[in-house]
């Protein structure tokens, strides 16, 4: 009875959703070309992480050798941006990361992605409110926040911001209102922010190239000493590295890409315009990497202007580009770059709180969040209680937390994603006839509902055990099995849990695996030893022979590495992060076991619940 009940249990956390048509339908949307795809997918890209970000790990992290960061962080984009395309494309319907999770990999996968993403979204926009308020205190002379730091700095915990940031939650719940009241994204005002977005930075660029110096590329620990003595400072700068073009050695590279990533978190928007794209399989990987690569080239152009202008350890973290302006000589640009650099943030935080909200009534109307988060106002049609519960939740991370802190959260959130979207997509390809558009009508767009239906991995193994090791090597079938895919499904697993480890060694004790430590340096070789063993069985397996609309090359190499870049990532975070990332994670556990798992739609009737509105009398 109890291996009945500990089934049962297995099978509820990996019952999956079931795409079937229904009568509604949409009205047809106007096709996007590669051009129009790269074009969204970089305007969702560049944001306040090229302003605010480039400044503190210019400055205390990776020195000049910030190009290097926005490098390793592109590359691990771009391989996290192929495994996206594949999985996205896989439903040629739009949809989140979340409603793919759920109707390919099972209910947990898809809540633990999701609530990540609610993480990551929620940490963006109080990120991107302190960073707006952090320009806006620099515009006007840094006055408010001094006051505020002399008040409340005595009392502030070592682990929150020095002050409460009243300019940031101030920000957000107004805009919050306004979402509440039933604004849209306007594509106009995008357009223009975006426009602005890219002079100031083209203005920027340019600038470098005239007042640049390479000399600040090769600054030795002399000539730090003697500028910075003549101003008195020195001891108020912190670390100051050993100067030259990578001061803080290749520790600091490694920390500064996993900062670096969240400047390129947008990409994956594309994947979502998937319905809309004409020729999907060439058109969503193409314009993924054109993004990655425009915009790795602005932030490339942005560093090593900012490390040129001014050498490193004089960048003003809080206001690094109108500070900059001014030590060169140009003191009226740094108004003009300012306001430029306020208008786009102010856009970018107001369109940055649009996901959130119907992420979680997604997840309520699933039944695996209360129900009461999918409720929505009866005029306005805005699901409000998930507005201002986010709205809230970003404010008060925007309130206590220093821009830093929540930039490392927000990456370790979407990298999370990011790895666990390469897992599916190598478990997936070896699943048995386990193709989710392959009888979709692409002339006939048709909206779609959630339906139940078993996880192909629950059903009873196949007779012929005995060959179960000869299988490892030699497959008795040329199409997928249920044998052959539990085997992946295993040998995935257990090479993500080898990964881990390899990351944790080669992240905590670098030095001492690379110099030939006995211990570590043995321990690694065997780790990459079993890794590749593993990796040689998967590769064996029989892969579905379905055509999708994009398959990932050089499977199961390829996203195997994407985890391994992005776990490895993930590991250059402080410890601090780590321990609120581990209880945001607690707290969605108990969540789903105390609540969504006795709730969720898939395990209730097998029904969608019927639409719920909040009446509100109107003012």
């Not at 047809?28 to 306040?48: D, E, I, Q, R």
């Not at 101003?231 to 590279?253: A, E, N, R």
């Not at 206001?319 to 943030?345: D, E, K, M, N, T």
């Amino acid at each position: 009875m109890r291996c009945q009940d500990l089934h049962q249990f297995g099978q509820k956390l990996v019952r999956r959703q079931l795409l079937e048509p229904t009568e509604d339908s949409e009205s047809p949307t106007a096709p996007l070309n590669t051009l129009k795809l790269v074009a969204f997918g970089v305007a969702s890209t560049l944001g306040a992480g090229v302003y605010i970000l480039v400044g503190e790990v210019a400055m205390f992290i990776a020195g000049p050798a910030i190009v290097i960061s926005f490098l390793v962080a592109a590359l691990s984009s771009v391989l996290s941006g192929l495994c996206y395309a594949e999985f996205g494309t896989r439903v040629s319907w739009t949809g989140s990361v979340y409603l793919y999770s759920y109707i390919s990999m099972g209910e947990l996968w898809a809540f633990i992605t999701a609530w990540n993403l609610i993480l990551s979204y929620v940490i963006g926009s109080g990120s991107v409110a302190r960073a707006w308020s952090i320009a806006f205190a620099s515009l006007i002379g840094n006055h408010i926040f001094q006051a505020l730091e002399g008040t409340f700095s005595p009392y502030m915990p070592y682990y929150l911001a020095k002050y409460p940031d009243f300019v940031a939650l101030s920000l957000v719940l107004l805009l919050t209102g306004v979402l509440v009241l039933g604004a849209r994204e306007s594509v106009l005002v995008g357009k223009i922010s975006t426009g602005i977005n890219l002079l100031v930075l083209s203005f920027i660029i340019l600038s470098g190239f005239i007042k640049g110096d390479l000399h600040n590329w090769k600054l030795t620990e002399q000539d730090y000493t003697l500028n910075t003595s003549e101003s008195g400072d020195i001891y108020s700068l912190g670390p100051l590295g050993s100067g030259g073009f990578v001061p803080f050695d290749y520790d600091g590279i490694l920390h500064g890409a996993a900062l670096c990533f969240y400047s390129f978190v947008g990409f994956d928007d594309i994947v979502t315009k998937g319905e809309e794209a004409p020729n999907p399989h060439r058109s969503i990987p193409i314009s993924i990497m054109s993004t990655v690569f425009i915009c790795f080239l602005a932030y490339f152009g942005v560093s090593a202007t900012l490390t040129l202008m001014v050498p490193y350890y004089q960048i003003q973290p809080d206001s690094p580009f109108p500070q900059a302006f001014v030590h060169v000589g140009w003191g009226p640009a740094r108004y003009v770059v300012a306001v430029g650099i306020l208008c786009f943030l102010l856009y970018r935080l107001q369109s940055s709180l649009f996901p959130v909200p119907q992420l979680i009534q997604e997840m309520a109307k699933d039944g695996l969040l209360f129900r009461g988060l999918a409720r929505t106002h009866p005029r306005t049609k805005t699901p409000i209680m998930a507005t201002v519960s986010s709205g809230i939740l970003a404010g008060i991370m925007a309130l206590l937390f220093e821009f830093s802190n929540l930039v490392d959260l927000m990456s370790i959130g979407h990298l999370l994603v990011y790895s666990l979207v390469a897992l599916f997509v190598l478990v997936l390809r070896y699943q048995p006839d386990w193709n989710l558009s392959k009888n979709e009508k692409t002339e006939d767009k048709i909206q779609m509902k959630p339906l139940v239906k078993e996880n192909p991995l629950d059903s009873e193994p196949e007779a012929g055990s005995s060959k179960t090791l000869k299988s490892l090597w030699l497959p008795v079938s040329s199409s997928p099995t249920e044998k052959s895919a539990q085997m992946v499904y295993g040998c995935a697993f257990l090479l993500v849990l080898l990964l881990i480890i390899l990351s944790l060694i080669l992240a905590q004790w670098p030095s001492q695996v690379f110099s030939g430590d006995p211990v570590l340096t043995t321990v690694a070789v065997l780790l990459l030893l079993l890794i590749t063993g593993v990796t040689v069985i998967i590769w064996r397996q029989p892969q579905d022979p379905s055509p999708l609309p994009f398959r990932v090359p050089a499977l199961p190499v390829l996203p195997l590495v994407s985890i391994f870049v992005n776990v490895y990532l993930m590991m250059q975070t402080t410890s601090g992060t780590w321990a609120l990332f581990g209880i945001w994670n607690a707290i969605g556990f108990l969540i789903y076991f105390g609540y969504g798992i006795r709730h969720s739609l898939a395990g209730n009737n097998h029904q969608q619940p019927p639409a719920t509105s909040l009446h509100l009398q109107d003012s």
